[in-house]
């Protein structure tokens, strides 16, 4: 495809945000250009959001490699939400496709996001996500449960539920986008996408969901342990709690705060007992017990600071 961004309007800006991870990015950029955006005019904009600038080299001497459009920017101010929306603000494509620098977008992904979209009318489409466990653990199978996406058993059709902003395609044409689109008070703690995604269904915008392509996301070693399990699993524990905190619903705070304090009664015994037994299905019962918490303590400082400043400055997973 030439890089001309002619008709680019109507076509696909691939947005991929980086953060020191130069094999996740390589290989993430070379998955991405052999997608096939089914004849329509295609860019990939790479925001770079280490402070040092740390893939410009890369990314400009891949750019001079292909003949795909790929843009760099530089995003110098640590956090998701502001290498996202420094992505956005630049995107000239009706359609938005999000890929993160851990994932490798697989055979058919583009094209199949974008025709689910257009086959069923929907401002936002997935594919399932494969997560790729490193090492060897007795606990890899519930790993790989739990940083996969595989969705509902269906083929293929329109869903109620949404996934996350990584490995997703979004019509701008369908929805209207808040300014910014990602919250930057989520810049260090994660969920901006859960919250820009449920203000676009409450829209009223379709969902796609399909099984005709996959991606693959890898999980770095350091993820892929009880520890991280249990903060990650306790952070999104918290998001229903806090989108009904957002809006001011009293009686959603009360109702899944009760949610999560019978969940986390339910699970946490039986997650002392699979550890003490030392089964793999400690790793299960450890999120289930971890999100009921995250539930009741949504508020105050007990969020977990996982992405942007709190990595740069090496306080997170």
Same mark, same amino acid.
Request: proline letters at 5%.
């Given at each position: 495809?030439?890089?001309?961004?002619?008709?680019?309007?109507?076509?696909?800006?691939?947005?991929?945000?980086?953060?020191?991870? &130069?094999?996740?990015?390589?290989?993430?950029?070379?998955?991405?250009?052999?997608?096939?955006?089914?004849?329509?005019?295609?860019?990939?904009?790479?925001?770079?959001?280490?402070?040092?600038?740390?893939?410009?080299?890369?990314?400009?001497?891949? =750019?001079?490699?292909?003949?795909?459009?790929?843009?760099?920017?530089?995003?110098?101010? &640590?956090?998701?939400?502001?290498?996202?929306?420094?992505?956005?603000?630049?995107?000239?494509?009706?359609?938005?496709?999000?890929?993160? !620098?851990?994932?490798?977008?697989?055979?058919?992904? @583009?094209?199949?996001? @974008? !025709?689910?979209?257009?086959?069923?009318?929907?401002?936002?489409?997935?594919?399932?996500?494969?997560?790729?466990?490193?090492?060897?653990?007795?606990? !890899?199978?519930?790993?790989?449960?739990?940083?996969?996406?595989?969705?509902?058993?269906?083929?293929?059709?329109?869903?109620?539920?949404?996934?996350?902003?990584?490995?997703? @395609?979004?019509?701008?044409?369908?929805?209207?986008?808040?300014?910014? &689109?990602?919250?930057?008070?989520?810049?260090?703690?994660?969920?901006?996408?859960?919250?820009?995604?449920?203000?676009?269904?409450?829209?009223?915008?379709?969902?796609?969901?399909?099984?005709?392509?996959?991606? %693959?996301?890898?999980?770095?070693?350091?993820?892929?342990?009880?520890?991280?399990?249990?903060?990650?699993?306790?952070?999104?524990?918290?998001?229903?709690?806090?989108?009904?905190?957002?809006?001011?619903?009293?009686?959603?705070?009360?109702?899944?705060?009760? $949610?999560? =304090? $019978?969940?986390?009664? =339910?699970?946490?015994?039986?997650?002392?007992?699979?550890?003490?037994?030392?089964?793999?299905? %400690?790793?299960?019962?450890?999120?289930?017990?971890?999100?009921?918490?995250?539930?009741?303590?949504?508020?105050?400082?007990?969020?977990?600071?996982?992405?942007?400043?709190?990595?740069?400055?090496?306080? =997170?997973?």
């Amino acid at each position: 495809m030439a890089k001309s961004a002619n008709n680019i309007r109507n076509g696909v800006s691939v947005i991929l945000p980086t953060f020191r991870r &130069p094999e996740g990015l390589q290989i993430a950029l070379k998955s991405l250009v052999r997608q096939n955006a089914g004849g329509l005019a295609l860019e990939i904009i790479v925001a770079d959001n280490d402070p040092k600038g740390s893939a410009k080299a890369y990314v400009k001497k891949f =750019a001079a490699s292909t003949t795909v459009n790929i843009r760099y920017l530089h995003i110098p101010e &640590p956090g998701v939400s502001n290498a996202r929306n420094g992505a956005l603000k630049a995107a000239k494509g009706r359609y938005l496709a999000f890929l993160d !620098d851990d994932q490798e977008a697989g055979a058919n992904w @583009l094209e199949t996001l @974008l !025709d689910s979209a257009k086959k069923y009318g929907a401002g936002l489409a997935f594919v399932p996500t494969i997560a790729r466990i490193p090492g060897s653990s007795i606990y !890899d199978d519930y790993y790989t449960r739990f940083f996969s996406r595989f969705g509902p058993d269906m083929d293929e059709g329109i869903v109620d539920d949404f996934f996350g902003c990584g490995n997703s @395609l979004l019509d701008t044409k369908l929805c209207t986008l808040p300014t910014p &689109p990602f919250s930057v008070d989520m810049n260090e703690t994660g969920g901006e996408d859960d919250m820009l995604f449920g203000e676009l269904q409450a829209q009223g915008i379709k969902i796609a969901w399909s099984r005709n392509a996959k991606c %693959y996301e890898d999980i770095r070693p350091h993820r892929a342990t009880p520890g991280y399990v249990k903060i990650r699993s306790f952070a999104n524990g918290q998001s229903p709690s806090q989108e009904a905190a957002e809006s001011n619903n009293w009686l959603g705070i009360i109702k899944w705060m009760m $949610v999560g =304090a $019978v969940q986390y009664a =339910a699970f946490t015994p039986i997650t002392l007992l699979t550890k003490a037994l030392g089964k793999p299905s %400690y790793i299960h019962y450890l999120a289930k017990s971890s999100s009921g918490a995250g539930k009741v303590l949504w508020f105050g400082g007990f969020t977990p600071k996982l992405y942007g400043a709190a990595v740069v400055d090496n306080k =997170a997973f």
